[in-house]
């Protein structure tokens, strides 16, 4: 149990040292959040009412989601005290707030429509993942998403020798088992999961999840067609039927 206490307050105090690496990160331009926003917004579902960021930081995509969600509730939680108390001061007001904590099925009764870990499940402990499935499984709501940005194990590998002072108390590696593991044990389906170029070619992946009980009527049903793709379906049957008549045609001259 001590050994416990002390990995978390020293996990709490390297966060608290780098409060100022994120507010640098608000202030200037950094292109890894930056192509995880472009992922957030495409694939967040459509209006959500509840969100969640977990492992916010100084609270600046929580930030960005309350002005792009202007009618819902947003939510940080972090580990870091200095981090919460800076988002507070900076952000918070009566649809956005911020709270010191970890993510177990305890920390919430609510269910949220979007669920985002910005560059923070790799920095869960293996021993701990359980606990945050337990949680996510409990608190998305049907039809709700996850959206993760995670270094690649490649990414981490080349750190760990080339930039090892950029390396954090747990970076484990999230591999594609990884997240197939995160799927089941929340209920999800992976209906993303993407590698981007940030700094490097091949350097993060975004993946989002999500959550349907009721996966048939969800997916299996007529597709919209356009007029334009009716069009481009006659053509592509025209074409087939060229093609299959000279076909039976050679079939016929070679076996005859």
Not at 44 to 50: E, G, M, T, W
Not at 54 to 66: A, K
Not at 91 to 98: G, R
Request: net charge neutral; glycine share 4%; with cysteine.
């Amino acid at each position: 149990m001590q050994e416990e206490l002390n990995n978390k307050e020293k996990i709490v105090s390297y966060y608290d040292d780098h409060v100022k690496n994120k507010l640098n990160d608000y202030i200037k331009f950094n292109p890894r959040i930056e192509y995880a926003w472009k992922t957030i917004i495409k694939y967040a579902p459509k209006n959500p009412i509840r969100i969640l960021e977990v492992g916010c930081g100084m609270g600046s995509i929580s930030e960005r989601m309350h002005t792009f969600w202007p009618n819902a509730i947003v939510t940080g939680i972090d580990i870091s005290t200095q981090s919460i108390q800076l988002a507070e001061k900076l952000f918070a007001d009566d649809k956005l707030n911020f709270k010191e904590s970890i993510l177990t099925a305890d920390t919430f009764d609510e269910e949220f429509d979007l669920i985002v870990f910005m560059d923070v499940y790799e920095h869960i402990a293996v021993e701990d993942r359980d606990d945050v499935h337990a949680a996510l499984l409990k608190i998305l709501r049907n039809k709700g998403r996850i959206v993760l940005s995670v270094p690649t194990p490649h990414n981490l590998k080349w750190s760990l020798i080339n930039k090892p002072e950029t390396m954090q108390p747990v970076d484990e590696h999230i591999s594609f088992d990884v997240i197939a593991q995160l799927a089941r044990k929340t209920g999800t389906e992976v209906i993303l999961y993407a590698v981007k170029d940030v700094w490097n070619v091949g350097d993060y992946t975004h993946i989002v999840l999500e959550k349907n009980d009721d996966f048939e009527a969800a997916f299996f049903h007529n597709k919209p067609v356009t007029l334009i793709e009716r069009g481009f379906r006659a053509l592509g049957k025209a074409k087939a039927l060229t093609g299959s008549f000279f076909r039976r045609n050679y079939v016929r001259r070679k076996l005859s």
